[in-house]
């Protein structure tokens, strides 16, 4: 019977959504991260700085100055994702909550940036000028909600891959041993010789991966026979 419209025999297979599917969610995840990192290399403060001291000075301030944990923050949301697409069940949740953490976190250093523009501002004008306090009045670019919108989705994201690596494959011998998560089905009525052998998981007749060949031998079986 043919396949499902928009749904590959892979998905089929395995009753993955759409949406859980592993390419789609960890695409998504590492665009925002990216997203939130490009973000902190614009501008995202002018300020125009007036003093008896000095002559009115235009400054611009980055992102990665104005808020210097976001670079490093949507760095790790991006590690985590990437960790998350290869891990095993318990690492993809780990990594998920990581990918969740350091969005939250992106966003929340946006928002104290978005609140006090010239606070943040303070250290690149005293360096600039050599004057702490001096009077300047600052203004916002787009950039820094650009990046609080990123972060916030950057956390949305962790949240999907964690519901959604619930219907990804599960690859590692540790994970494949647990009861129920193996992925084949015992066949009824099966003639011996085409379905498990003694204490090992149901095989078919075609040809054995190179995982599934690892993990017979780890437990003592001849992955040939």
């Given at each position: ?34 997203l ?46 990437l ?24 966003a ?118």
């Amino acid at each position: 019977m043919a396949d499902a419209p928009g749904r590959g025999p892979d998905a089929t297979r395995r009753g993955v959504p759409r949406w859980a599917r592993k390419s789609i969610v960890v695409i998504v995840a590492v665009a925002f991260a990216l997203l939130a990192f490009g973000a902190t290399t614009q501008t995202w403060l002018d300020a125009e700085v007036q003093g008896s001291a000095v002559r009115t000075a235009h400054l611009t301030v980055q992102g990665s100055k104005a808020a210097t944990s976001v670079s490093a923050l949507a760095l790790v949301g991006l590690a985590g994702t990437l960790a998350a697409a290869v891990a095993g069940r318990v690492g993809r949740a780990v990594a998920a909550v990581v990918v969740v953490l350091a969005g939250m976190g992106v966003a929340a250093a946006c928002a104290s940036v978005l609140a006090d523009p010239r606070g943040s501002a303070e250290g690149a004008i005293a360096q600039t000028t050599g004057l702490a306090g001096a009077s300047a009045s600052v203004t916002l670019t787009p950039y820094p909600m650009l990046a609080a919108v990123a972060g916030a989705l950057l956390a949305a994201s962790g949240v999907l891959l964690i519901v959604a690596s619930r219907f990804w494959s599960l690859r590692t011998k540790y994970d494949a041993a647990r009861p129920g998560v193996s992925g084949h089905a015992p066949s009824a009525g099966a003639p011996a010789g085409t379905g498990s052998q003694a204490g090992g998981p149901e095989r078919g007749a075609g040809a054995v991966d190179g995982i599934d060949g690892w993990d017979q031998l780890s437990r003592g079986e001849d992955p040939t026979d």
